[in-house]
């Protein structure tokens, strides 16, 4: 029953500025809290992080640790991170997971009104982040075969709006397709804006586009832990870029964006570089398999270089595929891209996930 002695209550959406309340917002994949799922839907790690990783955590909660701030610049990692990927300590900024670091990005290079460039389909976060900033997308659709054309490296849009920032994620979600870092050398030397190459995924790619850092001041590449060092619920990641960029975002980021535990718990996974090599062997080999399976079902399964496989089927609407899965308590992630299409993407599990997965789907 409404209260009808007090004045109607105008609801938020009436409150906060238009272009936010026109805004859908960003929706991660789905977190079933409890039960026993088979979770092959947000690309995490399906192995536990390096033991490294608790034994740093422990050493923190120690004395007085956790009562003081955090290290702003988490200066330990960024010490060890630098000698594992041979650039000088100033040349890395931390996150609160690679996603802190896109927000960060995001306001540092591009303001209300102004214009970013992003492929698509790719990762919807970045139409997010412009859409809080009060500023647009210039989507540029990949080919079939998932290139790039040259278009991308326009430096205005077609109604000749300069393009402030560019973001390419590569290895690129949902397709797990890499572009060679000599295309994005040669789409970053065209546009006259930063660029930043999202390697949430990088880990388990053939090549990365580091040496571009150096190349090119322009080009900035970001990292995730959430993903290859199976750290998804600790939330760290960092940038790499030329120092003159990694102060400017500096001034962007909030004062203590990493929190003591995650910071201790990055610098002891990327110290375990063993850890990751073992691990990544692992998740290739799992790849494999899992591609060849899908492909003998007869699926169209792309080849991929990230922790995913990109499948769609020549004939079957893929929607109730992802519904007949998830009945059985397995979970994948059906994606519809309005205006291009839509399909199956399937994270790389255990060996005896994607068997129980392979066993379903073959039912199906
Ligand atoms: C998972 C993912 C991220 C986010 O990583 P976090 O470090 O967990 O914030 C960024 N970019 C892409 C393309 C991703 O898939």
């Known amino acids: 029953m409404p209260n009808i002695s007090t004045p109607a209550t105008p609801t938020a959406a009436a409150l906060v500025r238009s272009d936010i309340a026109a805004l859908s917002g960003y929706v991660p994949g789905e977190q079933p809290q409890g039960g026993k ?30 009562a003081k701030y955090p290290d702003p610049l988490a200066t330990v990692f960024r010490m060890r991170a630098a000698e594992v990927l041979g650039v000088s300590p100033d040349w890395i ?18 303001g209300a009104g102004e214009w970013l460039r992003i492929p ?16 647009h997308c210039d989507e540029c659709h990949y080919n079939a075969d998932w290139s790039l054309d040259d278009r991308f ?5 077609t109604a000749g709006d300069p393009i402030k920032l560019a973001i390419i994620a590569n290895p690129n979600s949902p397709s797990g397709t890499l572009l060679p870092p000599v295309r994005v050398a040669a789409l970053a030397n065209r546009l006259a804006c930063a660029v930043v190459v999202d390697e949430a995924y990088g880990d388990f790619a053939d090549a990365n586009c580091l ?3 150096r190349q090119n001041p322009r080009v900035i590449v970001t990292r995730s832990f959430s993903k290859s060092y199976a750290l998804a619920g600790l939330r760290f ?47 290739i080999a799992t790849r494999r398999r899992l591609t060849d399976a899908m492909r003998s079902l007869g699926y169209h399964a792309q080849e991929s270089q990230a922790n995913f496989v990109w499948c769609t089927h020549p004939e079957r609407p893929h929607k109730p595929i992802y519904e007949a899965l998830k009945a059985q ?6 994606m519809h891209y309005a205006g291009w299409g839509d399909g199956l993407r399937i994270t790389v599990g255990t060996d005896e996930e994607i068997d129980a997965f392979l066993a379903c789907i073959k039912t199906i």
């Open 37 to 66: 799922w088979i979770k092959l839907n947000t690309n995490e790690n399906p192995y536990p992080p390096s033991p490294a990783v608790a034994r740093a955590i422990v050493a923190t909660t120690a004395g007085r640790t956790l």
């Open 153 to 157: 490296g326009a430096a205005s849009t």
């Open 329 to 334: 308590g397995i979970l994948i992630r059906f």
């Open 237 to 283: 990641g960092f940038a790499v870029a030329q120092p003159h960029v990694i102060a400017e975002l500096q001034k962007v980021k909030d004062s203590y964006n990493c929190d003591t535990l995650s910071i201790a718990a990055a610098t002891a996974a990327i110290d375990d570089q063993a850890w990751l090599a073992d691990n990544r062997a692992r998740i």
């Open 93 to 110: 900024l931390c996150g609160n997971g690679s996603d802190d670091l896109l927000t960060i990005l995001v306001r540092t290079f591009v």
């Open 120 to 135: 698509y389909p790719s990762y919807i976060l970045y139409r997010t982040l412009a859409g809080i900033q009060g500023a």
């Open 211 to 213: 040496d571009l850092v």
